[in-house]
């Protein structure tokens, strides 16, 4: 067997097995060209799919004789001038487009370069090379490919029907156009303009949208929500669809990375992960994005048809998409649910900003700047503050203690009505109260929420989250500190739990006690409990915990210590102690309940990260009734 060296058509006929693989791969290449090439005008025929005619028309800066020599050649390129591979800003780079066409079809150029005097024409049949002859032409490219695969009888045979390939090439030439609004393209067949994509005017968002709408349909403009987020050195822009224009797969979702539309599965992973809770997992939201970023974060080189890309961060990049997806579905869920919603929630503030501008301070005992008028708001001699707190005490008795019996006195509206003595310094309160940062609460309404009046607005907060955020950080903090009050239950409560979850519990059980948590092992599938933290032991489920507790252990294994899960557990202890939904509470409840909330560091949410309370300003309310 003798080695030998693979002539240069041959090796060009490898190549264009990898990279042109069908009619509409040729043209990808070519149309790339012409977008290289800097055209504002592209003009596409296909004849038999593209199998006998394929040919490409540009406006773009066209070659001159010895550049078109050049052109057809292996390796050969205008496009790599560093040699640096990661710094790539054209379509093309590996320069091997025209010579693998070139070399399993019959292929003509003819160009003009802008200067030029004249226009040249060159061919390229099967792999031999003709000389270059003067021609007439405007400024610009025409790429003319003649019986694609003629030279390779074999991959003929895998060529679909002329109408599959054409649609083959509409698909990429559609692809190319939503990444480059600014160029006008057309695609005619024998039998008809498959492709009319005039380029529009306008700003960058106007023209993108207008070709995406052009492509994908006017519901689509009608229906998307404009994204444009910025990470770092990361810019995502384009249009998602909203969750109720979906499709039955994932074929109307485009990613374009600087411009070249690639496939790539975090795009999908990153899609499902920002609509899961807004779309059934069968269907897909219809959305072009398009991420810009530094060429030396991408590596484009994956892969000849350059279809796939590595991404240095792909954390960042899901991250990026996810954000800011999440970011505009958010938004359009408001504007969706009503028209009159879309001045409301915009100007309903989350707990973030509200703290912010409020100065809250969790290190202080006394809100910042209002400290003052914490002691007149509680009185010593009044009534009213028989079961509130002082500020200065912890959080510990009132947290654990104010929720715990239900007030048999009437409400404290009701309250400040009735007693006309009172009435006067309560008022006073009342408007003291409304200088702290939650406000004075006004009413409970569905047993769920509480409505506080603020001195520019009002709050809404919701009692299970808040008060569970409260159970939380008290919680965390008395362990930390070692120093968990318990309270002993008068009967001992059995808990039955399967085997493992028993000697799992039991051998924890030295642990649990520092939680406040006194439990032992009480035959082979039951366990005892003696004692529980004080702070939720009026509220709990006493067999609900320990099952869950048991979980959270197993979980864990033996190699972590509880301590390591110290958040785990305080969650899981706060969910199940925590005042409920559907409680009705009374005004010092309500009261204490926000003004424990302004010390408690994150009381802003929950411990699944949902809001504890929202708030909207005077002027925002004014705003939605016409006044300001
Ligand atoms: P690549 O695009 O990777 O550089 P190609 O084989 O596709 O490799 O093209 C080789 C070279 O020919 C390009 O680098 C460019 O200089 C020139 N060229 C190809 N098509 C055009 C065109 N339509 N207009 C101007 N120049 C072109
Ligand atoms: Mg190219």
């Known amino acids: 067997m003798t080695i030998r060296l693979l002539s240069p058509t041959l090796i060009n006929q490898i190549a264009a097995g990898e990279v042109i693989e069908r009619p509409a791969s040729a043209l990808k290449e070519l149309v790339e060209n012409s977008i290289d090439a800097g055209a504002s005008r592209i ?44 710094n790539i800003s054209f379509l093309g780079f590996r320069g091997e487009a025209l010579p693998s066409i070139g070399s399993v079809s019959r292929l003509t150029m003819t160009s003009k370069a802008k200067d030029a005097d004249s226009g040249y024409e060159i061919s390229v049949e099967g792999g031999e090379k003709s000389s270059v002859k003067p021609a007439a032409c405007p400024i610009g490219t025409r790429v003319e490919v003649r019986d694609l695969f003629f030279a390779t009888p074999a991959r003929l045979k895998f060529l679909k029907t002329p109408s599959t390939e054409a649609s083959h090439a509409v698909d990429i030439i559609n692809r190319l156009a939503m990444a480059n609004p600014n160029v006008s393209f057309y695609l005619s067949t024998e039998v008809k303009q498959a492709v009319k994509l005039p380029a529009s005017n306008g700003d960058f968002f106007e023209t993108r949208l207008a070709r995406l709408t052009d492509i994908l349909g006017k519901n689509f403009g009608e229906n998307a929500m404009k994204i444009d987020a910025v990470r770092e050195n990361m810019h995502l822009t384009g249009y998602a669809g909203l969750p109720t224009f979906n499709r039955g797969n994932a074929q109307h979702q485009f990613l374009f990375v600087n411009g070249r539309a690639v496939k790539d ?19 897909y939201p219809v959305l072009a994005l398009f991420l810009e970023l530094p060429p030396e974060e991408v590596d484009v080189n994956v892969h000849p048809a350059k279809a796939e890309v590595r ?51 969790y290190q202080a005992p006394l809100i910042r ?29 009132h947290v654990q203690g104010i929720f715990d019996e239900p007030s048999a006195k009437p409400s404290y509206i009701y309250e400040v009505e009735q007693e006309g003595v009172e009435k006067q310094s309560e008022l006073q309160e009342q408007q003291n109260a409304e200088e702290y940062p939650l406000g004075a609460a006004r009413a409970q309404v569905h047993e769920t929420y509480i409505v506080a009046q603020t001195s520019d607005g009002i709050v809404i907060v919701d009692q299970h989250a808040a008060h569970e955020r409260l159970v939380y950080e008290q919680m965390k903090k008395e362990i ?25 519990v039991s ?98 949410q929950c411990n699944h990260g949902r809001p504890t309370y929202v708030e909207l300003k005077l002027k925002d309310i004014e705003k939605l009734f016409g006044r300001s």
């Open 369 to 397: 700047g209002i400290g003052a008028r914490a002691s007149s708001y509680y009185p010593s001699t009044s009534t009213y503050v028989s079961s509130a707190p002082s500020v200065q005490q912890g959080l510990s008795e």
């Open 507 to 604: 051998q924890r059980s030295e642990e649990l006690a520092k939680f406040g948590l006194i439990v032992e092992g009480f035959g082979d599938n039951a366990v005892v409990v003696r004692e529980v933290p004080a702070l939720i032991a009026s509220r709990i489920d006493i067999n609900k915990l320990v099952v869950d507790l048991a979980d959270e252990i197993l979980d864990a294994g033996e190699a972590i210590s509880l301590k390591e899960k110290l958040h785990d557990v305080c969650a899981t202890m706060a969910c199940h102690g925590s005042v409920r939904s559907g409680r009705r509470l009374n005004g010092d409840e309500m009261n204490t309940l926000l003004r424990d909330m302004e010390k408690t560091p994150h009381s802003g």
């Open 311 to 361: 991404f240095r961060d792909a954390g960042m990049v899901r991250g990026l998409i996810v954000g800011a997806l999440k970011h505009a579905l958010t938004e359009s869920g408001h504007k969706t649910s009503s028209t009159v919603g879309i001045g409301v929630l915009g100007a309903i503030r989350r707990p973030d900003e509200v703290q912010k501008q409020a100065g809250f301070n």
């Open 43 to 86: 003009d596409i025929k296909l004849k038999d799919g593209g199998r006998s005619l394929l040919s490409v028309t540009d406006n773009g800066k066209g070659m001159s004789a010895e550049e078109l020599s050049m052109a057809v050649e292996r390796h050969a390129t205008s496009k790599l001038p560093t040699d640096d591979l990661f």
């Open 480 to 504: 930390e500190e070692g120093n968990v009050k318990t309270q002993i239950l008068l009967i001992p409560e059995v808990v039955e739990i399967e085997e493992s979850a028993v000697s799992a």
């Open 265 to 283: 599965k975090l795009l999908n992973g990153a899609v499902r992960g920002a609509y899961q809770d807004v779309l059934a997992g069968s269907r």
